[in-house]
């Protein structure tokens, strides 16, 4: 290769190769950023067991029924519990793992009613395992039962007639 | 022979000019180059997280809209109000105008062996340099799967800005 053809060639390198390294410098940028997303469990709350009282009679004057959360039952008064079948009523709480969360029970009596007339009973004095209160429960592995117990509060037999009496109430778990 | 020398001679000549033509556009060429280094490279710089916040994994999804509102529809609402757009500051030669890329296939992100999908990026880059910098934020819609593991997912995506 002659002289000028050497130059020629070198030049040309140069004149190709410095262009295309300015091309790639600073033209863009590119950067990582960071991504980050919690999931939790659906804090879900339903009724396992209904509070059930059970067969009774009330006698002569009436008296009270109580069931304990813990499901064992007391009489006051004259009623004479028939035994059978009576519950304790359970809810079954599920959530994320070791969350707390509230109970809140009736603030007051609740109305059962019978099927057969306008004759009412009084549900009243509502207690529960875990303790009613603000972050009283914890849902240990996710989930936790919860036990309400309350005291029926029975009246002579010609206040409440022989039959069913039902009624509804309200328990609350607020997820903290 | 003589000839071919000659045209060679010629040849060699023409470049040589065209070379001096260089040279002497590169005196110009040079305050050209000169003014072309003052042109600052393009940077990016990532600020906040792109945060999805709480999710309940009962299937859905939920999406961050590039105003760093969240929606969809297994979001929770009261309990984990965190969440955030992601954001980057882009710099450079103001007045210059860029591309922003953002991923266009779907990001996952983990947590052990569990993971979930980010798809529909979306930026509110202007695309072009402002003096001091330009913040913009991105957006995208995180696909929770229903029973997914709970627990804290994490990954990366990656943001491109280039001078057009």
């Known amino acids: 290769m002659t002289r000028p053809v050497k130059i020629l060639f070198s030049l040309c390198l140069v004149l190709f190769f410095i262009p295309e390294a300015y091309s790639q410098s600073g033209q863009q940028f590119t950067v990582t950023g960071q991504i980050v997303a919690e999931v939790i469990p659906v804090f879900a709350a339903s009724q396992s067991a209904q509070l059930n009282f059970g067969k009774f009679s009330p006698g002569s004057q009436g008296g009270e029924i109580i069931i304990t959360p813990q499901n064992t039952v007391s009489v006051l008064g004259t009623v004479f519990h028939g035994g059978g079948m009576h519950n304790a009523a359970s809810f079954y709480i599920s959530g994320n793992e070791d969350a707390a969360f509230s109970i809140t029970l009736p603030s007051g009596p609740v109305t059962l009613n019978h099927a057969g007339s306008s004759q009412k009973m009084i549900v009243q004095d509502w207690m529960s395992v875990p303790q009613q209160g603000t972050g009283t429960g914890l849902l240990q592995n996710g989930f936790q039962m919860v036990y309400v117990g309350a005291t029926l509060k029975v009246g002579t037999l010609i206040d409440n007639p022989a039959g069913i009496y039902t009624g509804s109430y309200n328990i609350t778990f607020d997820f903290n | ?164």
Request: with cysteine; aromatic share 8%; hydrophobic share 45%.
């Open chain 2, 1 to 164: 022979m003589k000839q071919i020398f000659k045209i060679f001679a010629v040849a060699v000549v023409m470049i040589a000019f065209t070379l001096n033509l260089n040279a002497q556009a590169s005196a110009t060429v040079n305050n050209a180059n000169a003014a072309a280094r003052i042109i600052a490279p393009i940077t990016l710089t990532a600020g906040n997280t792109l945060h999805f916040g709480t999710a309940y994994n009962t299937g859905g999804t939920v999406i961050i809209s590039t105003a760093g509102v969240r929606s969809g529809t297994c979001a929770v609402s009261a309990a984990a109000p965190a969440h955030s757009a992601g954001t980057f500051t882009v710099a450079g030669e103001t007045g210059l105008t860029y591309t922003t890329t953002v991923p266009v296939a779907a990001v996952t992100i983990t947590n052990g062996t569990d993971n979930m999908n980010i798809t529909a990026f979306n930026h509110n880059a202007t695309g072009t340099i402002v003096a001091g910098g330009e913040t913009f934020s991105v957006g995208a819609t995180l696909t929770v799967p229903a029973a997914v593991s709970s627990g804290a997912y994490t990954g990366t995506y990656s943001v491109t800005v280039a001078y057009n």
